[in-house]
């Protein structure tokens, strides 16, 4: 039987359920998981099949998983289950939103199976269309299903499905389970929820029901096994969430792998579902890539850094550092030990050196940042150097207010930018300099107050501790040839 991909009138995705081993106050499905929500990986693999009609069925906390969904999903669309409990239940809710002469393939699938594929869905839809099937079952073989449903057959196909509650203790040995995603015939999954009863272990409105029921009027029920139990696996509580996390880590970087970046090592390296690299990307070890950060070729991130939504450009470099809502241009260096926070944009070949902070700072082409120092609300132009343990001083305790340096600047060490204020083309300033008035292009800023040496204080004010002994070694090693008293050191 070959399978061709069969386009489905519609997938309804169940997300109604009210998860309570999460022990959360954050709905089940909106966990996230390669930094999307569960139902998020859910309704993308749903899309991804392009049904006519794709809808969510909600009831935990509607309102929250809704307005969460309604940006990434905005043709979703959400179906309210009522009171009456169970998978069933939950389907004939979805039904209700859709058109009443709905025909074709209807897939049902979970909101908390995040690692089913679009390619899989597909595949069922595909062998449920060739089949000429009424019911087409996901199911997996298990070494241990305990907690599934079973799959029950006979010699011609699948007869139904029973609940773990409900088995008996032979039908509890069978080891192919019910995944919960299915392919139904439209019609026959409507006539066949309107005879489903409460009358089980649950009390619930069993969709499994409907396996047994199409098969006793007549329709094929078939079931498509899948060697890949991962992608049937699905969320309950938190050490399940984290077992699939770290399993579609695992794949996400095998994908990247094999796509020609280099990961040095896996087991300590994180990347997000919609983190984007290009061939010949290194990643180093201890690197967490978040959100929709990219990395160019060539580019070297690591070890020891956590990056969100940060664009690093081609050849840069990024070691140890956490970064979010930055840029960082082609060839630039940033860090050991830099912190990025959002509107930072370094230029290319610029550097953010060890120590520093940047916050909404654009920093030129070729302009550095190189020691221990805060860029706060600043525009730096290009082939600049700010010295060492500078601060540009942005809040005065009520408002932010901006500093703009010019292009080939060279700045002394240890200067305060007291903004506003700018700084023109070319312009010097000596050590210690705190920046309160613009200065011009060309021009040296310099602002440091006359040194005073007052020879002798330590001896005369500290006698016996060590810095007065050395002082005394000192003096009598150099015999006369000591710096004038109170000499004033010019600028
Ligand atoms: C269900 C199946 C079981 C299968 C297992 C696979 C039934 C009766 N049983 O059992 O055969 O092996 O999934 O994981 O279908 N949901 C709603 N509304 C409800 C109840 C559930 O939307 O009233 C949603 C949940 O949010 C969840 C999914 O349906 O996404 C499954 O519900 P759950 O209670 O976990 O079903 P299981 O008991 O695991
Ligand atoms: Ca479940």
Redesign the pocket.
Known sequence: MTTQPAVPAAVIVLAA?EGTRMRSATPKVLHPLGGRPLVGHALRAARGTAPEHLVVVLRHQADRVREALTGDFPSVLVALQDDVPGTGRAVQCALEALPADLSGTVLVT?G?VPLLSSATLQRLAGAHAAGGNAVTVLTALLADPT?YGRVLRDGTGVTGIVEQKDATAEQLAVREVNS?VYAFEAAALREALGRVGRDNAAGEVYLTDVLSLVRTAGGRVEALALEDEWEIR???DRAQLADLAAEANRRTLRRWMLAGVTIADPATTWIDADVVLEPDVTIRPGVQLHGTTRVATGAVVGPDSTLTDVEVGAGALVERTHGSSAVVGEGAQVGPFAFLRPGTRLGAEGKIGTFVETKNAVIGRGSKVPHLSYVGDATIGEHSNIGAASVFVNYDGVNKARTTVGDHVRMGSDNMYVAPVTVGDGAYSGAGTVIRKDVPAGALAINVAPQRNLEGWTLAKRPGTPAAEAAQRANDESTGTTASTDREIQP
């Open positions: 359920g979970y908390d907690g919960g699905g969320v309950n």
